[in-house]
């Protein structure tokens, strides 16, 4: 028919290329939406992709796959959710260890739930296009969930909102199908729902969606409301024996080896203070409707904006507003290509599409509270629960866009907020990106410094590991554990080096010298914190010292708690005669090169050999490469090394630039400190006469 017409055209009016590119576009006009919602999607989240690495929880699946194989993670995720460890079975022999292969799976899985709800509203109200458009937009971006970045880890979550949204499409599908195509339909859509419930089951809520949407397709038929309410209890009745079924299952057979997850320590919970339980559960139902709502995008922008750098904040800020411009085209041409097509058949979608996407986020959001969770935008490095409103942000932002299409609305406003959608979106997503780009590089120089400064560490190492305030890398010590048993042990299927963060906690069990033994998804640590070798960096700008608690001095603004347990860090735990690790480049990639820190790590390892010529050569070969520290306090090595070497001069050019640094004086001049065991008599006295003498 479009040909016949194209053809028509021309005889009666010759070439004319608009019509022509309209004819075209009405032809795919489905594939420009997509092909808009996927190109949002990506400048959203790709551009930051080769600086991603490995964050929290990914470690479990890295340690795991290298050292035991895929068939770890059944056992791993047996505590907890046995499906899980098959999805990361299969997905790891897929995947690989490679973080980019992840990357891109990750944005996969999220593009396909979202052309699924596009898919729902496309089946719901067949001529309101531009509206699912807008929706898929919304949904790709929406900037309550922050973790796209951490990609092996949520990968899962993503997997369990596609198989809910995916499944309730196919429950649309099956209610306008025959009847022997509704049934493969539903038993598909059951099996969705069941990988949906086994992957992540806090999302249960979710399939509030389903019985909503079901109502609403029977509204349109003729009939009284308990006749309706019959058919959609038929239609529903095998998705609601196959969620008991999971249900029991989940309650009665399984045995959860994980206290955050079981589900009788919970029933004792509100046994203990019904009404207090109660009461928080509405109280926090309402707060975190505002948040996925509405705090998405106040909240969560500003948690991620306050962290970036200006030039980031204006990458970032150019790139949600270039992204405006294929979003307002595509809007624009389809309002002028179908504007004599205005939806007679059903004026009031609007309504009802709020009413689905109201009904679906309550309901999402309520499981999550009564296990006691909820939606926050607090850090998106530590605690982030903000993936919490990831599958409620398909009731949100199905809502949102019921409410920016209401006829109440006028164009100019709808476009307005539309643009404004977009640009925070973008924003808050590229800087969440940002965020965790900066994390992952603080956590190379972590590993690349340790390697160049320790080329072994002893079996029963107990690693106590300090990060710079402002990027936080590891919140549980096996975050620090894998990776360095990876680098040092790779051969070992047992955990050699154990790990603790820098907290109140640690510090009482490394004075006390406390020994223990736990489990990390199956996998035992033992720590014994008479082996405590610290390595910490004492600020943002500092290198990443390791510390010989004899001997060091201490930076001025370290820490408290590291300088605390600063005496207890035994340099012993590493040994000096081997070659520099090589760390494993498909985890750590290349090495970051010859900054100023190699020198200083190569330095620090030459004073712990003694070998004072290697010391004053790295000093020289820093400077000749104009090379200097932003934490003073690491001339030491090298005024050492000098002043060993009987290089008076060159040490005493070093001693003047932390003359004045009293915390580094009063060290040296008053307590002893700094010099190592083979220290020259000459060479102390060089130092002593500058430094302490000589005011």
Known sequence: MDEDITWVHLVRHGPDWSFEVRQVFKRYEIGFDILLVALVGALAYLPLLPGLGYYRDDWHIVFGGLVFGPGIFRRMFSIDRPLVGLIYDILYRILGVHILNWQLAAFGVRLAGVLAVFWIMLMLWPRQRLAATVMGVLAIIYPGFLQQSNAMTYINHEIAVTSAVLSIALTVAAYKSSRWTRVGLTVLSMLLLLVFLGSYEPMIGLEGMRPAILYYLETRRPGRWHRRLLAVLKNYAPYLAAMLLFIVWRTVIFQSGRPGVDVSALVQTYRAAPIYQLSRVFAASLQDAFDVLFGAWFIAPYTVFTQLRLMDFLAALILGAATIVPVYALVRWTEHTRKDEADDSDPGWTKAAMLIGATSMVTAILPVVVAGREVNFVSILTTAFDHFSLHSSVGAVLLLTGALFHPSVSHRVRMSLLGLAVVVGILTQYGAGV??????????????????????????????????????????????????????????????????????????KVILG?????????????RDFRNTLLAVFPSASSCLHVVDGAHDLIPPGMDAMAQLIFPYSNIRQITTDGPAQT????????????TWCYYYQRASLAVQQEDWAAVARLGDEAQALGLSPYDLSEWWPFILGYANQNQADTAGQLILRLKDIAYLRYQVCNTGRGFPPGMTNAGRQVIVDRLCNNP
């Open 583 to 594: 760390l494993p480049a498909a985890i750590f990639g290349a090495s970051p090169g010859n």
């Open 435 to 508: 965020i965790f780009r900066d994390s992952w590089t603080s956590t190379l120089q972590f590993w690349w410094q340790l390697s160049w400064r320790a080329p072994e560490l002893e079996p029963g190492t107990n690693l106590i590991a300090g990060f710079p305030q402002n990027v936080n890398v590891a919140v549980e010590s096996y975050q620090v554990a894998y990776p360095a048993d990876l680098i040092y042990f790779p051969d070992s299927q047992d955990v050699q080096i154990s790990a603790d963060l820098l907290n109140s906690a640690t510090v009482e």
């Open 514 to 526: 406390v020994s223990e033994s736990s489990q990390q998804r199956t996998i035992p640590f033992s």
